[in-house]
C-alpha cells in the first residue's frame, strides 16, 4: 500500500505535537526546519521514535538512531519511506 507524501507528513506532524515538546505546533513548521531549534530534546526524541514506530508500524534500526534522522520533518519523512520501502 503506498502512503501519500502529504499524508506521511501529516502524521508525523501529529505524532511530533503529541511527543516532541516543540515551542510551537509542528504545523506551523517548514519541512526543512530544524527541530531540535523548535525545542525537540534527545529525550523527546525518543518518545517521538516510539510515536514514528506506532504510527507507521516500522522499526528503526540502530543505524538511523541519528540525531540527523530526527532534524526535520523532511528527514524523518525520508526515512519512514525507506523503511516502508523495505
Known amino acids: 500500500m503506498s502512503m501519500d507524501s502529504s499524508d506521511i507528513t501529516g502524521r508525523i506532524r501529529r505524532v511530533l505535537n503529541d511527543h516532541g515538546r516543540l515551542s510551537q505546533p509542528a ?39 541519528s540525531r540527523n534522522v530526527f532534524s526535520s520533518i523532511a528527514s524523518i519523512q ?9
Open 27 to 65: 504545523e506551523l513548521l517548514d519541512v526543512t526546519a530544524d527541530l531540535y531549534q523548535a525545542g525537540l530534546t534527545s529525550h523527546a526524541s525518543v518518545n517521538v521514535m516510539l510515536g514514528l514506530e506506532g504510527e507507521f508500524d516500522v522499526e528503526f534500526p540502530d543505524q538511523m538512531l
Open 78 to 86: 525520508s526515512a519512514i519511506e525507506t523503511l516502508k520501502a523495505g
